[in-house]
């Protein structure tokens, strides 16, 4: 069954080096297009995260974020940036000096003037950006690769059974509307020939009222019939509609491979059968059944660009 390319996936899971949760999303796409998120320390796994989407994936677009959060994991560390946290204090404490020249305060002693002022204590460097951090675990390429591949793999295998699920959807949608689209293709092909006998009679009417007493010429009135039949003629275009409707559902119900721009141009050539159709059509009952058809080719189309 073929696939949708709109879905997401997700999977978090505790490793040695942290928690760690890869989502995966993705919608319709001409190609297979692909960017990820990733913590700028681990960006080297932006490309084995890409060779992974590759590998199952043929179309459409895939964002896919990747989240180390070492806060659970003991093997994280704590760093302090001892220098940048100087640098805090002294700005303040320059800050202070200033407002102490132009009279603002009077003076005391630089961590007494910084706490009365702005109430600086420990937990105040916490929110300090970048004073302190906390680094995640230390380990080579190979390791972290390890504990992250599972994790991406199983919100893959989510993001793949929601496609599942959604082109199944859309299948189901689709030849609903080739059934509609096959009923008025056999309703214009029935029709077709009784706007022939319906011109036929009108001719004859018409040439009876023009001759009077005079008897009708049959051979004229065969020859602008026959020429009336083959300019409307449109058992071609239904043939070749119909061998396209039939194309299109063995397409929906016979393989598993990606089928979307066959599917997209089949499309376009039913389109193509409908318009010629309809340019031939001399008959306000075929017309009607002309347009039922096109609009049930731009559902279609509009489900089409959904599939893989």
């Known amino acids: 069954m073929p696939y949708s ?8 899971t505790a490793t040695p080096f942290g928690q760690v949760s890869v989502e995966l999303k993705t919608v319709n796409h001409r190609y297979l297009e692909f960017s990820a998120r990733v913590p700028r320390e681990y960006l080297w796994t932006e490309e084995k995260l890409r060779a992974m989407a590759q590998s199952r ?6 964002d896919c974020f990747l989240c180390i959060d070492a806060q659970g994991s003991v093997a994280a560390r704590v760093k302090v940036d001892e220098a940048l946290a100087a640098e805090y204090l002294a700005s303040l404490a320059k800050l202070v000096d200033s407002n102490i020249r132009r009279g603002s305060v009077g003076g005391c002693g630089d961590g007494a003037r910084i706490n009365s002022l702005y109430g600086v204590d420990a ?3 916490l929110r300090m950006p970048g004073v302190i951090t906390l680094e995640p675990p230390q380990a080579d390429a ?3 690769w390890e504990a992250i591949c599972p994790v991406a793999e199983s919100a893959l295998d989510e993001l793949l059974a929601m496609r599942s699920r959604e082109g199944t959807r859309l299948v189901e949608d689709i030849l609903s509307h080739l059934v509609l689209l096959e009923n008025e293709l056999k309703a214009v092909a029935a029709l077709a020939p009784q706007t022939v006998t319906v011109r036929r009679e009108r001719l004859e009417e018409r040439m009876r009222d023009l001759l009077a007493d005079r008897a009708v010429d049959e051979a004229r009135l065969l020859t602008e019939t026959a020429l009336f039949a083959e300019k409307i003629a449109v058992d071609e275009e239904t043939s070749r509609l119909a061998g396209h409707i039939a194309h299109m559902r063995k397409y929906l119900l016979q393989t598993d491979e990606p089928i979307g721009r066959k599917l997209d141009f089949l499309t376009q050539e039913m389109n193509r059968e409908a318009n010629t159709i309809g340019s031939k059509a001399l008959d306000s009952a075929v017309t009607a ?3 039922e058809m096109k609009s049930e080719i731009e559902k279609i189309r509009e489900q089409v660009q959904n599939i893989e």
Do not use: E, H
């Open 142 to 144: 190979a390791a972290l």
């Open 123 to 125: 937990s105040d460097f």
């Open 5 to 12: 390319m709109t879905g997401y996936g997700g999977k978090k």
């Open 57 to 62: 994936l043929s179309r459409g677009k895939v």
């Open 289 to 291: 059944r002309v347009l």
